[in-house]
């Protein structure tokens, strides 16, 4: 059956707002059909969890590339109910899906400034020099060492790089949808980073082994064999225990820092009370 065929067409370059991201199964790595048909709408976090190599990233890139039962998946993906244009697929200027991994760096000789400036600049954005401090704040709200203005871009560490990647997609992009692959030692705020973008009504997809990520989505495609095998809606037993999760994490932040500062951690650790 041709999908294309099948499914309703908008008509290219008259629907560009995002309302809806709908993912339909294809078949797991021994050939069988996936059972899905989940719609996921702005402001939504899904969570993709699995052993590794069990398929988070394919899915990622299924979703990135808006994949017509043309990958290894045989997945497809509809926007908004239907089949989005080619145009689409392969735009490159005003892209719909920006995506932020683990291993990225920058190549290019620009400061932090003189980057996100030219972000706004190629958005035809106003009040651009407090949209660039706006940004700024927002990545050192995300990331422990500070980020300043004057900055080389790549002298920046990998936390500073994914803080101020996750602050641009928030605050500058106009990518409707985000996909995060592995983002758990990057040395930023997790929980902050989704906040800030569910803040902005974003689609986000975040493949994770961190249960501190796992619990903050709305819900979690667990992924087996190259498949999703269940979603799971978050409880709200489980946001309880993600609030102790927090506190767990804050405690081990503060330890780290005492470490990093040459101190000894000999008073015995009371981790019953955080
Ligand atoms: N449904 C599928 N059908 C065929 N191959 C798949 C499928 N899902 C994943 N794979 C393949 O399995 C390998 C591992 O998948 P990957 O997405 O990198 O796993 P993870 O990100 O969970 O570690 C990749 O080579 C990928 O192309
Ligand atoms: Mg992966």
Known sequence: M?????TPQPKPDTETVVRSLTILGGRDKTGNPEKLDLKVEPGDVLCLVGPTGSGKSCLLADIECLAQ??????RRILINGAVPPLTWRYA???KMIAQISQTMSFVVDLTVAAFLELHADCRHLENQAQIVRQTITCANQLCGEPVKA???LAQLSGGQSRALMIADTAVLSASPIVLIDEIENAGIDRKRSLDLLIANE????ISTHDPILALAGKKRLVIKNGAVTDVIETSFAEIRNLAVLQRYDYALGALRHRLRG???IESPLDWGCV
């Open 92 to 94: 490159t200027g005003r």
């Open 202 to 205: 974003k689609i986000v997809l």
């Open 69 to 74: 039962g043309d990958t290894p998946s045989g």
């Open 262 to 264: 040459g101190e000894r």
């Open 2 to 6: 041709n999908i294309a065929v099948t």
């Open 150 to 152: 004057g900055m080389a």
